[in-house]
């Protein structure tokens, strides 16, 4: 073996032979843990447990034991800011591979992808000696106007059980510990910090819970952070329910919870209420300057002192150390792990596939889509989202780029492969900054022409070209996709309307382009014969939306949310359950989850209100038919059934197409929505072939979450079994019986 170990200051001196227990890789986790354990003082056991930098926390020097490096997460590996600061280190070796944001993941439905996303931004935090990467997120979509919608996946619970768990593994094969966030009830950015969310037992885990248990129990996430606000009127990063109760009890969670940064806010409730890595928090100390700041958080010298002076034990501090070893021993000494790569050929191939698969085609009237190629035809491309570098802004996901291919760039590139030419109009100015944290985009967007002057020269120029592309939608700036702040409403900003208005009258082949995280309203949605729903694609965008819009690639991206007409449609809103109520005497919200488990589709189906474009949609540019659905079984005692799909593509070109299985408990003590997704597939066939898709679920997917008894339960009874290739559109439905 190769083990040698040759540490300085003459500490230790050991061969492969005589490694000590906690060093000796062939030796189980829980022994090497017990054994470092037990050598260290219990100053040393404070000092593992809080940050000593802006993103690190301290090893054991005496013992060999090596500082913790983690970073943001999720899209890329953020680069390198001071020891004690946010402003850049200045380094120039750490630009990094963009990928798609997490919405667009979901949207492919692809679990295969979701794990060549892990594995590919865990080789690129390797590379850079990250141990842990804050990330992935998985608060569920609650409401379109949520700033941080975009780093999660979606609105269904299943759905992002399902895609979470591939990213997790993938990283965690690099020997990077996924950090599972923000555990949990984190569902918009608007007072983060003081809103108390109230919420029943059976919405909590039927909806806001399944992602994170799945990352836990399937995924084996080694960590996970706790949220900014509060539930039951305590902080979710040391929060009794939460923390202990649910995830260490309930789930076994055997990893570290690590505090969101500044999440911290009390010693005592940190001690006994789960918290076991404190980051990030903003103490006297750092703001006066002590002789070490991190001496000053919550779980350093108070934390101390309160052992000295006998008023707490030290049971809570040698678990919270335990779980830190372990997440250390998991990661920074697994010495197998290989140097990871970045920037490589193959994570641009992986950041494009997911782009590929993620987008989504929202309507192809009269078949727009894909572009004609034909040598000397001319192309239009409007809008700032078109040139606007995506990858800088947005709060902790913002990132520094190698490189970032804009749509227009795409969109050329592919256009002047097949002898077509390339127009450009701006049509709006939104935000021209381009800053994070110190890295500048170096884009130059500034534009004093006036909205008539801008409309006026794209329409003109619409009326000469054989197609028109407008790229709008979000952006990442405040109060649209990004962190701490929440979106005004559901309109698209900078009087985009006006713009698509008028070019949707001037020529006929228009393609509107929608950049977000979120859903827009489209109150034009009729004059538009083509949308493309694009997210925030990273380093590969441009290449990513060329593929879709050339057929290059068929999209087959399906919504991982649904887009309602109106902010009104969408069931926080329609009942006023949003952003809460502030209490007379302080600073705290209290968030009422009045819809309960009725989010998204589920709202919109049980009560009947259309959506624009519902959960699940995507449309391809083939056909596909679905035959009858069977079941292998009319009746089950454990809930397993197996269903059977024939899907066809019935068209001329290669697709996917993603088989979504719905369930419907009949008749029920309790109300059930209308439906549920408790099943999907994701198949490419060629054109003219068929294949029958299986499915198969069990109890689990029969199941409500009965809040009395504390227990899943399944009713027997007849249930209806619904597939289609989108929520709204189900082609074939069977009947079983649970007995
Ligand atoms: C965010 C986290 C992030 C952390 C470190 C916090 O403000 O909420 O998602 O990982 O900062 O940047």
Redesign the pocket.
Known sequence: MALTVVMSAGVLQTSAKSLPVYRDPSRPLDERVEDALSRMTTQEKIDIIHAQSKFSSRGVPRLGLPDLWTD??PHGVRPEVLWDEWDQAGWTNDSCVAFPALTCLAASWNPEVSYLYGKSVGEEARYRGKDVL?GPGVNIYRTPVNGRNFEYMGEDPYLASVMVVPYVQGLQDCGVAACV??FALNNNELNRHTTNVIVDDRTLYEIYLPAFKAAVQKGKAWSI?GA?NYYKDEHLCHNQRMLNDILKKEWGFDGAVVS??GGTHDTRQAITNGLDLEF?SWTDGLANGASNAYDNYYMARPYLELIRKGEVGTEELDDKARRVLRLMIRTAMDYTKGDGEMCSEAHYDAARRIGDEGIVLLRNENRVLPIAKAQGKKILVVGENAIKMMTVGGG?SSLKVQHEISPLDGIRAAASSCGMTVDYARGYVGDVTGEYNGVVTGQNLNDSRSAAELIAEAVGKAREADYVIFVGGLNKSAGQDC?DSDRAGLELPYAQDDVIRALAAANPNFVVVNVSGNAVAMPWVKDVPAIVQAWFLGSESGNSIADVLFGEVNPSGKLPFTFPVRLSDSPAHALGAYPGVKRADSDVWDLEYKEGILVGYRWHDTKKIKPLFAFGHGLSYTDFTFGKMTADRAETEDGTVTFTVPVTNSGNVAGAEVVQLYITDNKCSVSRPAKELKGFAKVFLQPGETRDVKITIDRDALAFFDADRHEWVAEPGQFTASAGPASDNIKTTVKFKLK
Do not use: I, P, Q
């Open positions: 943001d997460g804050l966030k923000h952070m900014y969101d940064w990030g902790s962190e």
